[in-house]
């Protein structure tokens, strides 16, 4: 992109600072961004998410059903891809705002994510995957399908992962940045952004999952995994249409981002010996680091001085070059201290979806709600919230607290961490009964027999994780955007979605080590295969007791955070 051309003063007040057209043109405030591009952005947004969450809802139906794996087996393979997944979009942002840039990223990443859809959807359809099955139901045993499908799902499966990886983080900040948080109706417009962005992507899965999933579970996989694929196509062509209004970052011949802050560390690390009377020197030279949050991580103020003593350009950080790495550091505690909200967060399409499949899920005669579907109520609850939550909670709080978003974003991240460790609590009573119920029914070794329980027992647990989703969710998302440098926006939003992925891994990695405890000298796990054996009510105590842990280790994290400069908190 060539540099901006001058224009006139005139037009000079409706441009917008940093932000460029198509044609790399000071953009105009009255021709692009705001809402008319978001809407383009959120449409695309809907239909990746629809994509993702129709492979990821159902996939461990379909690795215990065609692929034949166990219970643990399944869950541990959909904690380890959809870790992947969240971790993938740091490499995805590394990519975008070093080198490619968001829009350009965004396009590249959905043609993978096409291809990898493709690849799945034919996975799905070959002979001895297709509608005769793998598994016999009359038998216990599944059968093995051939080894060479299973490495071309499998292969499918994290391509889709790696196009998501560069899609995700990079869509979103691309939509935030349609709005300038300088500006005072555009701020307040950029804070509603991150609450219907969420609300979107919530109801397009309420309305298309539980047609997909009954497609994958009562007619074809094909086709289950086929549509996915022509919604991403539809996707792109949306995205593209909206080139014309979007506003674009202008990087310029500036360092990479990651560049500025790695040399920071390593200047740092360099001056490990240098005295704190030394860099006292130096700041009063410069001028007094102009934040409280200066007297944070000071060891870093030590890339201010070159080792030598020499202030030869590209040896010595600049005071802007060192905030920056502050503000990433800054992050660490608030990202490590959510990862057990991450850990509760990957039951919903794992266990959740197992418990739900054994209980009565009969709607009228001759059809069963998909157990996948159940986590509708999740899309459900986040649909209904999200209004009251933007159009009725946050005008009152901020009457009181005079701040744009109501409540500071850490706020609302505790908040819904407290909803969340409420939920397992809740999955854990519940638990408790339908094993009660089994053993009462003399169902204890019939595995393949319903329990006569409602599957409705499980909505409670689902909505309060809905409720919990619109304030931690959409409290994370929003905080890693806005307390990041605007050149790490889409690494913030990376890292937002990493924790979820750590998470994921974190929870395979707990399976294992409890099967491996519970499991021993022929006695049934807590996860065994059958569930009325099982006891997911053990493991859902765990998850409530390691979310009371964490909620106590964020809230002191988040009593001392000191929000940046500019922040909308």
Known sequence: MSAPPTISSPLLLDT??????????????????????????????????????????????????????????????????????????????????????????????????????????????????????????????????????????????????????????????????????????????????????????????????????????NFSWGLGFGIPCATMVVALVIFVLGTRTYRYSFQGNEKSPFVRVGRVFVAAIRNWRTTSSAIAIEEETRGTLPHQSSEEFRFLNKALLAPDGSKEDGKVCSIGEVEEAKAVLRL???????????????????????????????????????????????????????????????????????????????????????????SMAIAAVVEMVRLKTAQEYGLVDLPGVTVPMSVWWLAPQYVLFGIADVFTMVGLQEFFYDQVPSEFRSVGLALYLSIFGVGSFLSSFLVSVIVSATGGDGQDSWFANNLNRAHLDYFYCLLCGLSVIELAAFLYIAKSYIYNRGSTA
């Open 16 to 217: 917008v600072d940093g932000a460029f057209d198509h044609k790399g043109r000071p953009a105009l405030r009255s021709k692009s961004g705001t809402w008319r591009s978001a809407s383009f952005i959120i449409g695309v947004e809907m239909a990746e998410r629809f994509a993702y969450y129709g492979i990821g809802s159902n996939l461990i139906m379909y690795l215990t059903g065609p692929l034949g794996q166990s219970t643990a087996t399944a869950a541990q393979n959909v904690n380890a891809w959809s870790g992947t997944a969240s971790l993938l979009p740091l490499l995805g942002a590394f990519v975008a705002d070093s080198f490619l840039g968001r829009y350009r990223t965004i396009v590249v990443a959905s043609l993978i994510y096409i291809l990898g859809l493709g690849l799945l959807t034919m996975s799905s359809i070959i002979p001895s995957l297709s509608s005769f099955g793998c598994e016999d139901a009359s038998k216990s045993l599944p059968c093995s399908p051939p080894q060479p499908q299973v490495i071309l799902f499998f292969f499918s499966l994290y391509l889709v992962a790696l196009g998501q990886g560069g899609h995700k983080p990079c869509v979103q900040a691309f939509g935030a940045d349609q709005f300038e948080g300088r500006n005072p109706k555009e701020c307040k417009a950029k804070s509603s952004f991150f609450n219907w962005w969420y609300f979107g992507l919530c109801a397009c899965s309420l309305v298309t999952l539980p047609i997909l999933n009954s497609i994958q579970d």
């Open 332 to 422: 660490v505690p608030v990202w490590l201290t959510s990862l057990a909200y991450a850990i509760v967060f990957a039951q919903s399409s794992t266990f959740f979806t197992k418990q739900g499949a054994t209980m009565n899920r009969r709607v009228v005669p001759g059809f069963d709600v998909p157990a996948a579907s159940l986590q509708s109520f999740i899309s459900l609850a986040i649909v209904l919230f999200i209004p009251i939550y933007d159009c009725i909670f946050v005008p009152m709080a901020r009457a009181f607290t005079g701040k744009p978003s109501g409540i500071t974003m850490l706020q609302r991240i505790g908040t819904g961490m407290v909803l969340s460790a409420i």
